[in-house]
């Protein structure tokens, strides 16, 4: 992160901010971060507040579970299927990169891989699996998206 020049971070819950903004002081003393570039947290849902900038790196962590009928918590649950919410922060994140900019986005294995990987073909979205973590109870995938 700290070779960027603009780093913005949204999340739909206020609460979040408290703990980004202590966890990023950490990392930044513990590390010797000069605090050059500008940083923004912004409370929105997705990008929504976003309307004039242009990003060359989107990274995202979506809640990615499939909805437990009896539990809402959006910090883990994306949809019934798991997806929607990451589907929907990759197509609302597309507007936002440079021409060569990627977006990163974790997805787990504890969800449906191939209706994911044909939601992105059905947008026309090129994407690659950049890298794969063997959990024990699942397997993260990075994925890479360009425009
Ligand atoms: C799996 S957590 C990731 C938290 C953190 N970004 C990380 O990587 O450790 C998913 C985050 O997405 C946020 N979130 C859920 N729905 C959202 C939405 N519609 N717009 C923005 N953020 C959302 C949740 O509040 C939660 O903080």
């Known amino acids: 992160m700290e070779n960027f020049s603009l780093v913005v971070g949204t999340d739909i819950d206020m609460n979040i901010f408290k703990y980004i903004k202590e966890k990023l002081h ?3 003393f ?3 971060i000069p605090l050059k570039r500008e940083r923004f947290l912004i409370c929105c849902d997705s990008v929504s507040a976003i309307t004039n900038l242009k990003f060359d790196l989107i990274v995202s962590n979506p809640p990615y579970l499939p909805d437990d009928k009896d539990i809402k918590d959006a910090t883990i649950y994306g ?3 798991g ?3 990451p ?3 990759i197509n609302e994140s597309m ?3 440079n021409t060569h900019g990627k977006i990163l986005v974790i ?3 504890l969800v449906s891989i191939d ?3 044909s939601q992105l073909l059905k947008y026309g979205i090129k994407f690659k699996i950049a890298k794969i973590k063997n959990l024990f109870f699942e397997k993260l995938f990075l994925y890479e998206i360009e425009k």
């Open 26 to 28: 950490e990392n930044e």
């Open 30 to 32: 513990e590390n010797n």
């Open 79 to 81: 949809g019934r299927k």
């Open 83 to 85: 997806l929607e919410t």
């Open 87 to 89: 589907l929907k922060f």
């Open 95 to 97: 507007r936002l990169i």
């Open 107 to 109: 997805i787990s294995s």
């Open 115 to 117: 209706d994911f990987e």
